[in-house]
């Protein structure tokens, strides 16, 4: 599909979801306190941790190459004096299996954002149970 309106539909789509946090932010959360709904300010709160998550899972894969050549450099040019092809080896399987790694890297940082997610939930639900 060419033309004018390919990239409309993502835009619209960011649009409509854009202008839905607004309205939650601005008028939902409000009306929730205002109400002392806990329901909807607790469900609200928690679509902004999930929200949270998800940025973070991103910014993780902006930041990704940068680490792995860093730790790349570090641990095998640095301190690996065996054999210098490992390196270039390394390098270029980390290069090759690109997409491979950034499915596994979805799947732990996910993963690993839902233990701790769930972590600090019942924690805070312990405590709140034995404060009560």
Do not use: W
Request: net charge positive.
């Amino acid at each position: 599909m060419t033309g004018p309106f390919v990239g409309m539909s993502t835009q619209l789509f960011m649009g409509f979801l854009l202008t839905l946090f607004g309205f939650i932010i601005y008028f939902a959360l409000p009306q929730a306190l205002v109400d002392q709904n806990l329901v909807l300010l607790f469900d609200i709160f928690f679509g902004l941790l999930l929200c949270m998550l998800f940025g973070l899972v991103l910014l993780a894969f902006n930041v990704q190459p940068l680490v792995q050549n860093i730790l790349l450099c570090f641990t095998l040019y640095f301190l690996y004096f065996e054999n210098n092809a490992i390196y270039p080896i390394v390098k270029k399987n980390l290069i090759s299996h690109k997409f491979r790694n950034r499915k596994t890297a979805t799947m732990f940082a996910f993963s690993l954002g839902f233990i701790i997610f769930l972590s600090v939930t019942l924690t805070v639900q312990i405590s709140n149970l034995e404060y009560s």
